[in-house]
């Protein structure tokens, strides 16, 4: 496996926080060691700084808290504890943990389940070196990441569940207002789009898009992308009225 992409580590580890030159904190959790540590070395080669390893669920469940990774690239198939049960848990503890599951299984029940405890990408391990690096820096600045085809099945599952009679009444007095800007990139966010390709669709940076991104979730409490376009759906923001372009 080579790890030839070096062109993803500078806007991953820009984004990693406040000192532009911390590389993101990664941890691998895989049941085989053969892979897992492959994993864990083209990751390591490719700029990314991996703090932690783990071979079961309630290890992974240990050390993460212990080492604090921006993004725990995890198995569903452990021993002891379940990645969904991990990834809630996890997810639960710290909002912002970024979760990429790696997974053997294309299964929607798995891919479903996996969103639904919090994860924010789903990768199948036929993905090749770079793709994985590719999927890695873009969940660490925020991106959902789905391998081809689940993305689709991702966003029809959201539009039936907005479908579904909804408890919360998006107009009650009390609503957070979003700006025009704001509102405009959670509707591409709800299409499907990447950052990057909201920025080119709006002529505005990566960065800008990130900004807008991080104030809506801030206005809605809201945790995660994948939440973001759930709530953007439930809201219609997914269709093509209104939409400026």
Partial sequence: MSSQHEQHQEPVAGQA?????????VM???DHPM???AVARDLAESGFDVV?????????????????????VLDLNLP???????????????PALRVLVLSASGEHADVLE??????????????????????????AVGDAVFTPGLAGLVLGEFRRLASEPAPATPDEPGAP????????????????LSYKQIA??????????????????????????????????????????????
């Fill in 28 to 30: 691998v959790v895989d």
């Fill in 114 to 139: 996996a969103v639904k405890s919090g994860a924010t990408g789903y990768l199948l391990k036929s993905a090749s070196t770079a793709e994985l690096i590719d999927a890695v820096g873009r969940t």
């Fill in 52 to 72: 932690a390893t783990a071979g079961d669920g309630e290890q992974a469940v240990r050390r993460a808290q212990a080492a604090a990774p921006d993004v725990l």
């Fill in 177 to 192: 207002r979003l700006t025009d800007r704001e509102t405009e990139v959670l509707r591409l966010v709800a299409k499907g």
């Fill in 80 to 94: 002891l504890k379940p990645g969904v049960q991990v990834c809630k848990e996890l997810v639960g503890a710290n």
């Fill in 17 to 25: 926080g406040a000192d532009a030159a911390a590389p993101v904190k």
């Fill in 35 to 37: 892979w897992r540590d």
């Fill in 200 to 245: 080119e669709r709006l002529v505005i940076s990566h960065r800008t898009v990130q900004n807008h991104v991080q104030n809506t979730l801030g206005k809605l409490q809201l945790h995660n992308r994948v939440e973001l376009v759930r709530y953007a759906i439930e809201r219609g923001l997914d269709t093509d009225e209104s939409t400026g372009t």
